[in-house]
């Protein structure tokens, strides 16, 4: 079983920046998959970001490319997707997601999400 949990979500204005961390608890291999989703109101879930636990090219969304960079910290089994040039739209609910298949599309851990407001 994995535990994710994130923080690092809050209130920022338009134009700012935010570091969420997703720290990871329970057995992670090299093989697993990790991912940033978010939801806004009356909206679906969409894909963020993923990276591979063993490092390799992430993949990001088109809607967040050049302003968002996801990465992992193995000593400290943290995943981190740091934010910039926010922008009102970005206001949604942030989750992490692990995926023990290493499949980028398909997640089996979720944590309980943390808000990012985006003010403008």
């Known amino acids: 079983q994995v535990q994710l949990v994130e923080s690092g979500g809050g209130l920022v204005q338009a134009g700012g920046s935010l570091r969420l961390s997703c720290a990871a608890s329970g057995r992670i291999f090299g093989t697993y998959v990790m991912g940033w989703f978010r939801q806004a109101p009356g909206k679906e879930r969409e894909f963020v970001a993923a990276i591979r636990w063993s490092g390799g090219s992430p993949a990001y969304a088109t809607s967040v490319k050049g302003r968002v960079t996801i990465s992992r910290d193995n000593a400290k089994n943290t995943v981190y997707l740091q934010m910039n040039s926010l922008k009102p739209e970005d206001t949604a609910v942030y989750y992490c997601?692990?995926?023990?298949?290493?499949?980028?599309?398909?997640?089996?851990?979720w944590g309980q999400g943390t808000q990012v407001t985006v003010s403008s």
């Open positions: 997601a692990a995926s023990a298949r290493g499949n980028w599309r398909e997640y089996d851990y």
